[in-house]
């Protein structure tokens, strides 16, 4: 069995979970999101884009409802014990085996939780769950349950996001020294790829993003590659990836002597990043960070320019997002607590002047200031 955490670790992680559904008075939770099975059990798969969903029940024990190119992966890298195959064929619903699952664990008539919103829930699952479960039971809408136990971290999952920020700095040292005048974009992103994989690092939950020219302000990643010119902007976001932990980093990196405007988006994204470290904190909100980034940005007169949250928090997560639900944005009452990972950033965009400015990495709570866990300045960086 290759599992990543100990089994106090996870014991400790359904004993929480089970509080939880107690003060929610669920019977059994239906977990459809990959990381929530994951922080869970350890179980760990792609197989979540397609129909499998882990019947949790009140008093902890699990049962796995998945394909059968996964029983032997759950088999392998998970705490779970109790694992039914629904069989691929021709019109097939598994929602009734899921029904039929639940009648088997006493469920009939129970409140049931079910996690709605995750990527392993497409619009078609949702409908062929709820049509099996109208009558069955009472079913509530419970997509956030794990995902806000998953907020503060515990000592192993914080050595783990700091062994990422560790593959986030190693893939920028990679990168850094390839950027110049007729530098391929192919080769600064396999060099921040590689340095992350060859240092037992794992493919990142979405794709790092890189542009330049033009392109420098995009903030998601596209197809096609160019080289850069004399005088050049290239920004680029990845993460540093450590059994599925992540530790976003995000540059904008320039080549030839920067422009004035760009000396003057960078000094307002470095003063946006000192007034959200003096927030990051308890007793403030995750709205109140999104406010000390925007009251800087709005008086410099880059309100056009500037995006509508700066960042969120950070974890394992599967595809097709590193992102966690919890973002910086405008009155996000989330208060901010110790053992927290979260990623902030400053995006700057003037597609009026073609100019991109962007810095931002991965910061741990504490009671008191934050920790950047990134070795790498915040410098402009001109090449």
Known sequence: MALHFSEAEFSARRTRLMARMAEEKLDALLLFAQESMYWLTGYDSFGYCFFQTLVVKADGSATLLTRTPDLRQAKQTSTIDNIVVWVDRLNADPAVDLRNLLSDLDLLGMRLGVEYDTHGMTGRVARLVDNQLTNFCEAVDASYLVSNLRLVKSPAEIAKVKGAAELADLAFDAALP???????????????????????GDYPA????????????????????????????????????????????????LVGEPSPRHRELYAAALEGMHAVEHVLRPGHSFGDVFDAHAKVMDERGLTRHRFNACGYSVGARFAPSWMEHQMFHAGNPLEIAPDMTLFVHMIIMDSDREAAMTIGHTYLTTETAPRALSRHPLDLISV
């Not at 020219?213 to 080289?227: E, F, H, I, T, V």
Request: net charge negative; proline share 6%; charged share 20%.
């Open 178 to 200: 390839l950027i110049g005048p007729e530098a391929d974009e192919a080769e600064i992103l396999a060099a921040l790829q590689s340095a992350v994989l060859a240092g037992g």
């Open 206 to 253: 979405n794709p790092f993003v890189i542009g330049s020219s033009a392109d420098a302000l995009l903030c998601r990643y596209k197809s096609g590659r160019r080289k850069l010119s004399p005088a050049d902007q290239i920004t680029l976001e990845w993460a540093g990836v450590s059994a599925h932990y992540h530790a976003p980093m995000l540059r904008t990196v």
